[in-house]
Each structure stands twice: as structure tokens, then as C-alpha cells.
């Protein structure tokens, strides 16, 4: 029973995590068609961003939080303003161009902060045991944060004018442009939301991980695999690929600790077999009929 609820906490905070970084990678490659291959390197400068604030300037956490969202998500803002806007109708040069921007980032990192592994302490200290199982209150908030702003996020998207725009966008952004929304101005609101997303992540996530200038490479993989999984540009898809890998990694640390190292390849693996029964992915149909 033990083993379950380990495979279970594991698996929902892997999951929710992997949630945050693909709905908001596919937000903007369903509005604009933006393959940003930089949006987990935002999630690593957010980590580093918190730590700095908390560790070297000794602001409370709750602050930091607040202005790393603010700074990441402006210089998303700007990163997409001076080197994606310009090139966003060549796909393959804007493809190029984030992983050079991901690259600048990671150097950036290693340069201020060196390859020293860093990390940060839990905001919330001790634990409760569930049938002999330690389940920190660390993780408990990191899960409960996770899931307020994946709801938060539903009710923007849905509930007000804001989401209507990236809806009717990503639908069809002729008709949008005719219906009279603004697609550059939707789609420069979606890049700050979708770079705020993975700095809301990487501010959540970094008390459970070691901060190093290369930590964004596996979630970014993963990442990718749970929006293959899920069907380019459907954030449903998005959601359950996630949980689906999540829980895929879990099992696999847990059922077999000494191949822990093919937790990943594991994870790929179901997104491969998936693929090849559904090339388009578990949502993929749907999303197209709805453009």
C-alpha cells in the first residue's frame, strides 16, 4: 500500500507539473503556431530568479515568487518582441531561433551562478504519514498550487473577453482579424501568458529540485512528448499526456529502482506506441475540426 501512495504523490506532482509546461507551450503554438523550444529555459531562469532573490538577497519567498513572474514573463515579452516577431511566418527560423535563445540562457546561468548545484529551501517544513508513507506539506502546496492555476487558467480562458480572443485566434485567426480582434496584440498577451506559466512553474517547482544550468533539457523532452501525446495545440491533450508520462515516470522509479536512469525513455516509449495507433495524437482530430 505504501508503494501505491508513493507511485501516486509521485506521479501527481510529476504529472502537474508536466500539465503547466505544456498547456502553456501549446497556448502559443495554437495562437501564433510558435514552436518555442526557450519556454523551459524560462522555467530554469524563474528557478534561478528565486533562488537569487531568496538565497543571495533575502527577500521572503512570497515576494520573489511575485517578482520573478513579473521579470520572466516581461522578458518572454521581449525575447518574442525582438527575436521571434520578426521571423514568426518562417517556422524553421523560429524553431532555430529558440534553441539558440534556450542555449544564451543556459550559458547566461552558468556563467552568473557557475555549474554548482544550488537549491532552495522548502517553504513549508515537516510531513504527514499516510499508512507509513511521509508525504511533505512541500509537496502537498506544490500540488494544490498547480492545480489552482490550472483552474485559474480555465476560468480565464473561458470565462472572460481575454480567452474568448485566444479561443477565436487560435480557431481561425482570419476571421478573428475580421471579427475585429487584434492578433498581434492577442498574440503577444498569449507569449506573456505562456512564458508566465512556465515561471509559475519553475517558481513552484524549484524547493524539489536541484537548480544547474542544464535542468531545463529533460522537461523540455518531456514536455514535447506530452504535447505530441496530447495533439499539437489541444490543451485537453495537453492535460492528460501529462498525467499520462507523469504517472509513467512514477511507476518506473518506484517498480524498478535500479532502471530508474530509463524513467524518461520509458515515458517516450508509450508516446511512440500511442503514435503509432494515433498518428495525431490522442485530441489531434478534434483540435483540427475545431480550426
Partial sequence: MSLIIDIIISGLINGSILALLAIGFSLIFGVARIVNIAHT???????????????????????????????????????????????????????????????????????????????????????????????????????????????????????????LAIRSTAQDREVANLMGINEARVTMMTMGLSVGLAALTGAVVVPLTVLEPHMWMHPLIMMMAVVVLGGLGSLKGSLIGAYILGFAEALVVFLAPMGAFLKGSVALSIMILVLLMRPEGLFGVAFEEER
Fill in 41 to 163: 529555459a524560462f522555467y530554469m531562469v524563474a528557478a534561478y530568479c528565486i533562488y537569487f532573490i531568496t538565497q543571495r538577497m533575502g527577500y521572503h519567498p512570497l515576494w520573489a515568487m511575485v517578482a520573478t513572474i513579473l521579470l520572466v514573463t516581461l522578458l518572454g515579452m521581449i525575447s518574442y518582441k525582438l527575436f521571434i516577431h520578426p521571423i514568426q511566418e518562417h517556422h524553421g527560423a523560429v524553431l532555430i531561433a529558440t534553441i539558440a535563445l534556450a542555449m544564451a540562457f543556459q550559458e547566461v546561468m552558468a556563467l552568473i551562478f557557475t555549474g554548482t548545484y544550488l537549491s532552495v529551501p522548502k517553504l513549508i517544513k515537516g510531513f504527514h504519514v499516510i499508512l507509513g508513507v511521509k508525504v511533505f506539506y512541500q509537496q502537498v502546496l506544490t500540488f494544490g498550487v498547480a492545480l489552482s492555476i490550472m483552474g485559474a487558467l480555465w476560468l480565464l480562458l473561458t470565462k472572460t473577453k481575454f480567452g
